[in-house]
C-alpha cells in the first residue's frame, strides 16, 4: 500500500459527458502527479500541482484540467469525453516539487467512455 | 527530449531463470533512474531507484546499475519466481519543462512459468 488513494476504482460514463477523479496523496506529500496509462500512448504525464499550485503541466489535453485543495486533496476533471480518453489514471504523490524525489502512485482510476 | 527505451515484451521465462530486461535512456546531464513494477490490476509500484552515475538500485532481489558511459539501467534477477510476473517500467525524472515528472519506457511484460 503506497499511502495515495484513488476513486472511483472505475467509472464508466458516454461520450460527451464529464468526470471527476479524485486522488488523496501521502500523508505529508505536497506534489501530486496525474498520469494517464494507455495502450497505444503507455504511460504519459498530465499535469503536476505543488501545495495547491500548478507547477508543470504535460500532454494534457484542453478537455482536461486539474485542481490541488487545501487538504492537499486534488481532482481530475475530463470533460466532453471521446472513446480515446479511455484509459487508467494514475496520480501519485511525492514531498517536494523542485527535486527528483521518489513518486508514490495510488492504484488508478479505469475509465471507460462509451 | 528526454526518452527511454525499453526491450520489448512478452518476455516468458521459467521459475528459477535468469532476468534481465534492457533499459536505455536519452538525457542531458545526470537524471534520476527508477524502475516500477505494475502487477495485474494494480498500481505501479517502485521496485527500485539510483540517483547517480555508478549507483546500484536492489530491492527483493532485483539490481540494476546505473551506467552513464553506455547509458543504461538494466534489470537483473538471478532466480525469477512465478509471483514475478508483472509488467515493469524503466523510467527517468531531470529536471524540464515538465518539472520533475516521470518519462516512462513503454514496459516490458513478463511471464514466470512453474
Known amino acids: 500500500d503506497s499511502g495515495v488513494t484513488q476513486t472511483p476504482k472505475h467509472l464508466i460514463t458516454a461520450t460527451g459527458q464529464r468526470v471527476t477523479l479524485r486522488c488523496s496523496p501521502r500523508s505529508g506529500d505536497l506534489s501530486v502527479y496525474w498520469y494517464q496509462q494507455s495502450l497505444d500512448q503507455g504511460l504519459q504525464f498530465l499535469i503536476q500541482?505543488?501545495?495547491?499550485?500548478?507547477?508543470a503541466k504535460g500532454n494534457i489535453l484542453e478537455r482536461f484540467s486539474a485542481q490541488q485543495f487545501p487538504d492537499l486533496h486534488s481532482e481530475l476533471n475530463l470533460s466532453s469525453l471521446e472513446l480515446g480518453d479511455s484509459a487508467l489514471y494514475f496520480c501519485?504523490?511525492?514531498?517536494?516539487?523542485?527535486?527528483?524525489?521518489?513518486?508514490?502512485f495510488g492504484p488508478g482510476t479505469r475509465l471507460t467512455v462509451l | 527530449g528526454n526518452s527511454v527505451t525499453q526491450m520489448e515484451g512478452p518476455v516468458t521465462l521459467s521459475e528459477e531463470a535468469f532476468l534481465t530486461i534492457n533499459c536505455t535512456y536519452t538525457?542531458?546531464?545526470?537524471?534520476?533512474l527508477f524502475w516500477y513494477v505494475q502487477y495485474p490490476g494494480e498500481g505501479l509500484q517502485l521496485l527500485l531507484k539510483a540517483t547517480k552515475a555508478d549507483d546500484k538500485g536492489s530491492n527483493k532481489g532485483f539490481e540494476a546499475t546505473y551506467r552513464k558511459e553506455t547509458t543504461s539501467f538494466h534489470l537483473e534477477k538471478g532466480s525469477v519466481q512465478v509471483s514475478d510476473s508483472a509488467v515493469y517500467f524503466c523510467?527517468?525524472?531531470?529536471?524540464?519543462?515538465?518539472?520533475?515528472?516521470?518519462?516512462f519506457g513503454k514496459g516490458t511484460s513478463l511471464l514466470v512459468t512453474p
Open positions: 523510467a527517468l525524472t531531470q529536471h524540464s519543462n515538465s518539472g520533475y515528472a516521470l518519462n
Open positions: 500541482y505543488y501545495n495547491g499550485e500548478e507547477r
Open positions: 538525457a542531458t546531464g545526470y537524471p534520476s
Open positions: 501519485a504523490s511525492s514531498p517536494g516539487t523542485n527535486r527528483p524525489d521518489t513518486q508514490y
